[in-house]
């Protein structure tokens, strides 16, 4: 059959092979042919590894001959993906995007690398990140710059812009990246498609090189709703051999995908720090509160006071956590970095023990008062980004850059789930997302109203003219 991977979705291409309709290894042979065409105009592929993907596909096919009883239980048979050049990989190169890590070959798979390959996925290589992923731009010095497929003048995204860009030019049909301030969410919004950043310690960070140990969150980007779910499904469980992971059942986010919402309780987050979005985004928000109304939500605005002190803290805490792993490395050699990324990492390294104490202190403090706004609300709403894609080069668009975790970082601050997914398009072409929260562990709910959400509107049928 015809392969279109500028429509194709992961959740369709999965039901045809399990109907043998589609071969995986014809799948993984239109996804390299993709990046052999795109990735030179878009940087998002630092590595690919055509051999093994197409071993992978091979074996998928196998699995499909031999175990049709059993295919339910290999919940990416076939479907090729894409993993954040942070998440290591035994045999294949780990970069981090950094010169430190440019020759580093793990001997082991990330914990979940082990669990894509349970589920028969096939995995193509790594894609491009912001240097050490302490940053939002994927502007990679080392590497070169990942460049939105909407217009490759302007950023993806970061710190996951790779595995963004991958996704939504059909590259691949899903991708893990990594969030500490907005890493997923960020890049999937600015590049129109859907990312997840799960609860705090519902995915192990095993195996993925750390940027901050107390914010780091691991999660899917995809084209849907659907397939986020399908790949967070396949990723996530407890590893009592990951510190900060917790045995907490992950639940069925597929059976009740689909459900009705009305009468969910809404907030829709308003206020001076929220209103001062670009007037696109804040129109595409008030627009996204109309939908959830029309689906019988009950929606009100709600003003948050602490979002700004909250995105302040998780930045200093990430810099911080970040130049305590990375302090040899800023000894020894701190000419290997980048420039915006040193100058972060120094920042870290200044921060006293008192502030930093009083930092943790306005995480537990923050926490609580989450907890508070979802005993009333099932669900906050707010722009994923305050301003559309920045261009790449240019004195402003690193001004436009600091802007990017405003409203995403206060989510990694608090642990709690954020979903973001695709809400309109400013008058130049450029996407927008919409960022979903929920309270903790409640990724089956906030899945369900994002999917509500999509199934509503059009923008996610949306994609870039390559």
């Given amino acids: 059959m015809e392969i279109n991977l500028s429509t194709l979705t992961l959740s369709f291409a999965l039901e045809l092979i399990r109907r043998g309709e589609l071969s995986p290894r014809a799948l993984a042979q239109a996804c390299l042919g993709r990046i052999e065409h795109l990735?030179?105009?878009?940087?998002?592929?630092?590595?690919?590894?055509?051999?093994?993907?197409?071993?992978?596909?091979?074996?998928?096919?196998?699995?499909?001959?031999?175990?049709?009883?059993?295919?339910?239980?290999?919940?990416?048979?076939?479907?090729?993906?894409?993993?954040?050049?942070?998440?290591?990989?035994?045999?294949?190169?780990?970069?981090?995007?950094?010169?430190?890590?440019?020759?580093?070959?793990?001997?082991?798979?990330?914990?979940?690398?082990?669990?894509?390959?349970?589920?028969?996925?096939?995995?193509?290589?790594?894609?491009?990140?912001?240097?050490?992923?302490?940053?939002?731009?994927?502007n990679n010095p080392h590497f070169g710059p990942c460049r939105n497929p909407w217009n490759p003048a302007r950023i993806p995204g970061g710190s996951s812009g790779g595995s963004a860009v991958a996704v939504a030019t059909g590259m691949c049909l899903g991708a893990l990246g990594t969030d500490t301030g907005g890493s997923i969410r960020i890049p999937a919004a600015l590049c129109g498609v859907v990312g997840l950043k799960p609860t705090y310690g519902r995915v192990s960070l095993r195996g993925v090189i750390p940027l901050s140990w107390n914010l780091d969150h691991i999660g899917p980007?995809?084209?849907?709703?659907?397939?986020?779910?399908?790949?967070?499904?396949?990723?996530?469980g407890f590893d009592p051999h990951d510190p900060v992971s917790e045995e907490l059942p992950v639940g069925d986010c597929l059976s009740g995908l689909h459900g009705d919402i009305r009468g969910l309780r809404v907030a829709l987050a308003s206020g001076d720090y929220v209103e001062a979005a670009d007037p696109e985004v804040s129109a595409a928000l008030i627009e996204a509160g109309r939908t959830f109304k029309q689906l019988g939500t009950v929606l009100e605005k709600v003003e948050i006071p602490w979002l700004e002190a909250a995105a302040g803290a998780n930045r200093q805490m990430t810099q911080a956590d970040a130049s305590a792993y990375h302090r040899q490395r800023l000894a020894e050699h701190p000419e290997w970095f980048g420039e915006d990324v040193r100058e972060r990492l120094r920042a870290g390294a200044a921060l006293t023990a008192p502030e930093y104490s009083l930092v943790r202190r306005t995480q537990s403090e923050l926490k609580r008062a989450l907890e508070g706004l979802f005993e009333k609300y099932d669900i906050l709403i707010l722009p994923t980004t305050p301003i559309p894609a920045p261009e790449i080069d240019g004195t402003q668009a690193i001004e436009a850059a600091r802007q990017l975790t405003r409203f995403t970082a206060p989510f990694n601050l608090t642990g709690v789930p954020a979903l973001t997914v695709p809400c309109g398009s400013t008058q130049s072409g450029l996407p927008i997302g919409l960022q979903i929260v929920s309270k903790p562990w409640a990724e089956a709910k906030l899945l369900q109203a994002g999917q509500a959400f999509e199934q509503a509107t059009e923008w996610h049928t949306r994609h870039p003219d390559l």
Avoid: C, W
């Avoid at 190169?93 to 950094?98: E, I, L, N, V």
């Avoid at 995809?222 to 990723?235: G, H, K, N, P, Q």
């Fill in 39 to 138: 990735n030179p105009r878009l940087n998002a592929f630092l590595t690919v590894i055509p051999e093994s993907a197409l071993q992978q596909a091979e074996q998928a096919e196998m699995l499909l001959g031999r175990s049709p009883a059993n295919l339910d239980k290999l919940e990416l048979l076939g479907i090729p993906l894409a993993l954040k050049d942070l998440i290591e990989t035994a045999g294949i190169r780990t970069t981090a995007g950094s010169l430190f890590f440019k020759d580093y070959i793990p001997g082991e798979d990330a914990r979940v690398v082990l669990k894509l390959k349970q589920s028969a996925a096939v995995l193509l290589g790594k894609t491009n990140t912001h240097e050490i992923a302490l940053g939002v731009t994927t």
């Fill in 221 to 236: 980007i995809a084209r849907t709703v659907e397939d986020a779910a399908r790949l967070f499904t396949a990723i996530a």
